[in-house]
């Protein structure tokens, strides 16, 4: 028997969500490496930017990614914006820090479900979601759809949220952080989730750093860079911390994405 074997996994396969290949070195029963094949997935973007008006790439750029659509569309907005000179109102800029943060919750949200399936607990993936339902109610009702929003524009934003609409976000986080505090106390403190995630895919900071690694996984390596602490939209205005975490284990990011969650519930 050879003293490592090398294991094909993907590009499909059922606990894949996305299609991606891993080439996996084992050494007995344990992962000793894992190579990464991208690109399986190739939509054009690119080239459908080339082609659209610049006004028409707001609704392209939402499409790169469904989980943080607004974030995509607010970057490319606030480029032409300051490439045309332009100001955007001091409403609007809240406006688009409160469905940033939403939109925030939401992908955190996701994430933290899928773990809790990947480790085997289905119930707590389940309350992870239906928590997350809350926040896709909220897009429902202040833009009139679930996933792909569009409510930033160049210059400013195309929807508004009037006063009822902003008691109904201030009511539904209440009980968003209600069930947070659930979900997360199982999460971050049951003896099973902590042995699986504790000292696993440990990232230096240096690593971090050489790999270009950015978000949660950046600063669970103790790595403090936030793109809101450069003030985009409103944040300027709103002293964001980054939050972060020094282990760099998959633990240490489960930890980044939960304190984030309670961050965007005070910045909303």
């Known amino acids: 028997m050879p003293d490592r074997t090398l294991v094909p996994f993907g590009p499909q396969h059922p606990v894949l969500p996305e299609p991606i ?33 610049y006004t028409q790439n707001v609704f392209l750029v939402e499409r790169i990614c469904g989980i943080c659509s607004f974030i995509h569309a607010l ?27 939403l939109h925030r919750m939401q992908s955190h949200h996701l994430w933290l479900g899928l773990l809790a399936d990947a480790l085997g607990f289905e119930s707590l993936f389940m309350q992870f979601w239906r928590n997350r339902e809350r926040l896709m109610d909220i897009f429902e009702k202040t833009a009139g759809s679930r996933v792909i929003i ?95 975490e020094t282990s760099g284990d998959s633990y240490a990011r489960t930890r980044v994405r939960v304190r984030e969650c309670y961050q965007s519930i005070g910045l909303v």
């Open 21 to 53: 290949q891993l080439k996996l070195t084992l050494d007995n029963e344990t992962v000793v490496e894992a190579l990464p094949h991208i690109c399986y997935v190739h939509r054009g973007v690119e080239k459908a930017g080339e082609r659209m008006d």
């Open 75 to 101: 970057c490319y907005c606030q480029g032409i914006e300051k490439l045309m000179a332009l100001e955007v109102p001091p409403r609007a800029r809240y406006l688009r820090v409160i469905w940033s943060e």
């Open 150 to 244: 569009s409510t930033c524009s160049i210059g400013g934003v195309r929807r508004d949220i009037n006063s009822s609409d902003l008691d109904m976000i201030m009511r539904e986080l209440v009980l968003i952080e209600k069930g947070l505090d659930e979900a997360t106390d199982v999460i971050l403190n049951d003896a099973t989730a902590k042995r699986r995630l504790i000292g696993k895919g440990i990232l230096t900071a240096e690593q971090a750093v050489a790999l270009g690694a950015v978000g949660p996984v950046l600063r669970g390596s103790g790595v403090a860079v936030d793109a809101r602490t450069e003030g985009f939209a409103a944040y300027g205005e709103l002293g964001v911390e980054p939050v972060t």
